[in-house]
């Protein structure tokens, strides 16, 4: 099959497309760096000419709702406007377990993607996952200053790689509509994971000082709520591949 990706150049893409490849589909990348914008729809219609399925991974780097929102809306109409156009028969696309209980600016972008998803007129499979095994690490890296304010969050990682590789399971089958929740293999705690990330010397080493937040998102609200499939690599276990 011949599979689109959008977001192809990103931290999932890549593994998306390093999935496809490995399965024997023939990857497009929609990136702006291969002369495609979502944003404004520019070069979708030649990139997904005689594509049979689209994989969105695309994503923006913002916490405030206008942004975010603003973000998905376009890219996602424009990309599922040319999908129609061009007769692709399964839309996938990637989305967050919880972003229906937590309300912050980034899940309000999230679940409009989901919304116009729905709306749209290809047949479609949404896939939410928890967070990655790098959200610690993106956590810190937003963090500025000599202590490391970390919220206090109980999460369930998953590693990318196991995401991209359900991504291309699913594209492969019939639309599902909803998909089961795909988490990791183990609940964890946010400031514990970040400061085992930080003992490993690959971030910078400060103490971590954890944050309690009101609401859902320290309740709970970022874990699967019902059975799903389970990824297997640990969180331990992708520290491990970093310190080597």
Do not use: C
């Not at 599979?3 to 490849?21: F, N, Q, S």
């Not at 304010?149 to 492969?172: D, F, I, K, S, Y």
């Not at 609401?215 to 297997?232: I, K, V, Y």
Request: glycine residues 10%.
């Amino acid at each position: 099959m011949k599979i689109a990706v959008a977001g192809g150049t990103g931290l999932t893409g890549r593994h998306v497309v390093e999935e496809l490849e490995a399965a024997g589909h023939r990857p497009v990348v929609l990136a702006r760096s291969r002369g495609v914008d979502l944003v404004t729809g520019a070069g979708l219609d030649a990139a997904l000419a005689g594509v049979d399925a689209t994989i969105d991974v695309s994503n923006v780097t913002t916490m405030k709702r206008a942004e975010a929102v603003s973000f998905f809306e376009r890219a996602g109409r424009h990309l599922l406007d040319a999908a129609a156009r061009a007769g692709v028969r399964h839309h996938v696309a990637l989305s967050i377990v919880g972003i229906d209980r937590v309300s912050t600016g980034y899940y309000q972008g999230k679940l409009r993607q989901e919304e116009i998803v729905r709306e749209g007129a290809v047949p479609w499979t949404v896939l939410r996952a928890t967070q990655f095994h790098e959200f610690a690490e993106q956590i810190l890296e937003r963090v500025p200053g000599p202590i490391a304010v970390v919220p206090r969050l109980t999460v369930q990682p998953v590693a990318v790689r196991e995401v991209a590789a359900a991504l291309v399971a699913l594209v492969a089958g019939e639309p599902q509509k909803a998909a089961p929740d795909l988490a990791g293999p183990r609940v964890e705690s946010l400031p514990d994971m970040a400061r085992r990330l930080v003992r490993t010397g690959t971030v910078r080493r400060r103490p971590v000082l954890p944050l309690w937040l009101p609401g859902p998102m320290a309740h709970g609200g970022l874990l699967p709520a019902g059975p799903g499939p389970r990824g297997t690599q640990t969180f331990e276990e992708w520290l491990a591949e970093r310190r080597r």
